[in-house]
């Protein structure tokens, strides 16, 4: 018997949560496929939204827009699935010499950057816990979203309206023409392939300049910080997690690497920063990796494919899955829907088919 929905959408990550959830938030139903792969990117995410980043304190792009759809996009997912995932909170970031000190307090008077940029004198909950430089700097306005557990909860929603399958895609079993596509027994309107890194299988897409970029992270428990909301960027960040007393700390870019998984290289070179930073004992109690799907221009890729009509693409999220994810997932359920336009800057056909 052949089923039939709206949407097949492939892979789970945040775009896949996030554009299934827009589509099904007007009224399209879906069918998600998704297997955990080692190179995920959402697992190992601290989630942050930071609207002022950089060496040059600039603000994020296009940041005045995504944040409220983001916020209103996660708001209403709490609502559905009951359970806190956006948490706001500040960032404190600490400022090394007397040139950064003197550019903070430059952004303080721009009015660009009012919303954004605060004056500080201490690192709020982290003060006496960690060695700080020259001065502080206050971010306001982001926060974190708990990527793993928004997913985790999301799935676990799908399920319960047989709206999910865990398995490997099989790009071979694909089938469409101008009216719809097939997949095993499985039938939809289109498809939304969302699948990260993975794309990289994914025939339809090759000509597309993907630069996956493998991250790390490790959590840490430290007794002696409690803090559940503010965030400290000093030499590294340390972000609250969902456990008492625990931080999520991470980062690093590897445009090559041998291996998916975490590696014992990358967590010495990261608890040797730690330690010189956290004048407290701390313990490493979990240690994450994934690979970022950034793009040559680091800008999203989505949109409709260029010959296939009933197939498009949710990807190219980079390092800012969960700030760019809401707004362009409702931008691309628009465009299916009701041909909304894509911004230029995002659209996957400024790159063509050689
Ligand atoms: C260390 C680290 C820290 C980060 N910190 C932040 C942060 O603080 N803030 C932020 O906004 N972003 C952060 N990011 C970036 C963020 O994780 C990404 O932007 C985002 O996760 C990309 O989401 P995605 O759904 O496109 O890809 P992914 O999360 O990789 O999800 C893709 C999904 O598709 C599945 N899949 C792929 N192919 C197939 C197939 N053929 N069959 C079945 N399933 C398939 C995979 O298993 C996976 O579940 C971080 C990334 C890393 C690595």
Redo the contacts with the bound molecule.
Sequence with gaps: MTNHYNAII????????LISYALLSRGQSVYV?????A????????????PITGRFYTKSWMIDDLLPAAIKMYESLEEMLEMQYWFPGDIYRTLHNVKQCNDWSARLLQAPYQDYAKAATHVGPYSGRVVIGEGVALISGGG??E?AKL?QAYRAYLLSTDSFSE?????DQLLYNDTQVRYGDVTADYIVF??????L??RLFKHLPLRP?????VHIKCEDISEKQDILKHMQ?L?PTESSNTFWS???FKWQYKTEEPTEEWKEKQTTELTEFIDARYDIVNH??????CVKDRKPLIGRHPTHSKVYL????????????PYFAEMLAEHILHRGSIIPEVDLNRFTIQ
């Design positions: 492939v892979g789970q990550g945040i775009a896949g949560t496929i998704d297997k955990p792969q190179y995920a990117a959402s697992k190992a995410a601290a989630g942050l939204i930071n974190r979203v990527v997913n398995e490997i895609f099989d790009y969302a699948e990260g890194a993975g794309v299988k994914n970029a493998k991250g790390e992270a960040y972000v991470g980062g690093g994450l990796a994934g690979v970022r799907p949710f990807n190219g999220l980079g390092t800012k899955g969960t700030s760019l994810g």
